[in-house]
């Protein structure tokens, strides 16, 4: 992803740089469905994503920035924490914050002796 800028209305409301990468669905980035799920990992790391089930092969690379261009209400959700998701049920729904389950050790590799 080469540099790029980018333009919404407001103050950039994550604490994260706008070039800050994320993870987001081929859904998101074709804009064929909306965000309807984001999640602040355990590891700081976000993802914006359409809220379906995915195989692996459908994530991508996105900047912060390009993900609010793409929908402007994440402003709501910039002050989740760590560890924190956030879904809806449409665009046009308020946003439902929870506790995201806890990583799972075994798939981080932590037991690998």
């Avoid at 950039?12 to 469905?33: G, K, M, Q, Y």
């Avoid at 799920?37 to 459908?58: A, I, K, N, Y």
Wanted: charge should be negative; glycine fraction near 8%; aromatic fraction near 6%.
């Amino acid at each position: 992803m080469g540099a790029h800028t980018h333009s919404f209305d407001g103050r950039w409301p994550f604490s994260e740089a706008e070039n800050t990468l994320a993870i987001c669905c081929v859904h998101v980035l074709d804009r064929s469905r909306p965000i309807l799920r984001v999640s602040h990992d355990h590891d700081g790391d976000w993802q914006f994503l359409c809220g379906e089930p995915h195989e692996t092969s459908e994530g991508r690379v996105i900047c912060m920035g390009c993900a609010l261009e793409i929908d402007g209400t994440l402003v709501a959700v910039a002050s989740l924490c760590a560890g924190w998701g956030a879904d809806r049920d449409s665009q046009k729904s308020a946003w439902v914050r929870e506790a995201n389950p806890p990583p799972d050790p075994e798939e981080d590799g932590a037991n690998d002796a």
